[in-house]
């Protein structure tokens, strides 16, 4: 059972241009999650999605950013117009929502670098 | 010991001892919590979880304490090893099921030979 895969592993792209990071979640799992971490921080969530639908952007930028879970294929996360600042490491997470408390697996994540 | 450094807090051991590392989590309303380990250049790795209806959770060679009153959580590694040295993140899930976590600021754990 293979686990959280992302991709690319590393991604260079200069300003302006647009970046896709591509998460396919585990086995069974219909539930994923867009996480950002600078160096030497802790992991801020970004969007949670399910297939087609996007349950809680809250940790998004409004602007240049835009997720989407399709019912088939990977969970893309968009960035048009990269600047520096979006230079980060970008996780995805998925688990299998149960009535309780839910654990969440990640992949080795895409590390975003614009020059 | 224990040191604040430039970003991340830091926690030195010898191997073989035991390690305690803290967190303090913020919202009262989380139910659900989750220690991850992450080493350099990888994503975070499941430890353990706990939820709030306990208040210790043993799995191997890890011990996780919650303590509700004071909004703290520990995770104590047994016989530390090199293979332990990574950053440590506990996570909260604020109360919501199947919603996003909350992630600590991360506690860097080097083991000394």
């Known amino acids: 059972n293979a686990g959280v895969m992302q991709n690319p592993r590393h991604l260079v792209r200069r300003r302006g241009q647009e970046a896709r990071l591509r998460c396919s979640p585990m086995?069974?799992?219909?539930?994923v999650y867009w996480y950002r971490q600078l160096p030497e921080e802790g992991l801020k969530f970004m969007v949670y999605l399910q297939k087609e639908n996007i349950i809680d952007e809250s940790g998004m930028p409004k602007e240049r950013f835009s997720a989407e879970f399709p019912k088939e294929g990977p969970s893309i996360l968009r960035i048009q117009q990269v600047v520096r600042g979006d230079s980060a490491a970008y996780f995805c997470?998925?688990?299998?929502?149960?009535?309780?408390?839910?654990?969440?697996?990640f992949g080795q994540g895409t590390r975003l670098t614009v020059v | 010991g224990e040191s604040v450094g430039l970003h991340l807090p830091t926690l030195s051991v010898q191997e073989g001892d035991n390690s305690i590392i803290n967190c303090a989590y913020s919202n009262s309303a989380s139910d659900y919590f989750i220690w991850y380990k992450q080493e350099s250049g990888k994503g975070p790795q499941f430890i353990i979880d706990?939820?709030?209806?306990?208040d210790k959770r043993q799995g191997q060679r890890v011990t996780v304490l919650l303590n509700k009153t004071v909004k703290h959580l520990s995770l104590q590694i047994a016989a530390t090893q090199p293979g332990d040295s990574a950053v440590y993140f506990c996570a909260e899930n604020g109360g919501n099921y199947g919603q996003n976590f909350v992630f600590g600021p991360g506690t860097r754990l080097s083991v000394l030979p």
């Open positions: 086995k069974g799992h219909s539930h």
């Open positions: 706990i939820r709030s209806n306990m």
């Open positions: 997470a998925s688990s299998q929502v149960t009535q309780g408390a839910t654990e969440a697996f």
